[in-house]
């Protein structure tokens, strides 16, 4: 059984920091891509970062790039999304997901697998 369970999210300022975890079992993690998405309050889900299997690639949404950074460790079945300089904005449930995709895709409906998600609120 297949499992990935986030971690980390919390209530934090503007401009503050959070590390998100997901944690992986149940499968070949460094075989997969691994992907960060967000819903926010009434919108839709929306992709955030991804980063392939050996964790040498990683690829953003462009309102994220240079404050939110995507890792893994394929020793711990781990994959992380430190986030810094937050915004209001990047209020939301964060999902991590795991794919046999490339590191480009950013499609839900690639994902083969998804945790159950974590709040993050950042207030103003």
């Known amino acids: 059984q297949v499992q990935l369970v986030e971690s980390g999210g919390g209530l934090v300022q503007a401009g503050g920091s959070l590390r998100l975890s997901c944690a992986a079992s149940?499968?070949?993690?460094?075989?997969?891509?691994m992907g960060w998405f967000r819903q926010a309050p009434g919108k839709e889900r929306e992709f955030v970062a991804a980063?392939?299997?050996?964790?040498?690639?990683?690829y953003y949404v462009d309102s994220v790039k240079g404050r939110l950074t995507i890792s893994r460790d394929n020793a711990e079945n781990t994959a992380y999304l430190q986030m810094n300089s937050l915004k209001p904005e990047d209020t939301a449930v964060y999902y991590c997901?795991?794919?046999?995709?490339?590191?480009?895709?950013?499609?839900?409906?690639?994902?083969?697998?998804w945790g159950q998600g974590t709040q993050v609120t950042v207030s103003s």
């Open positions: 997901a795991a794919g046999l995709v490339g590191v480009t895709s950013t499609l839900e409906t690639l994902y083969r697998y």
């Open positions: 149940g499968l070949a993690f460094s075989r997969y891509t």
């Open positions: 980063i392939n299997s050996g964790g040498g690639s990683a």
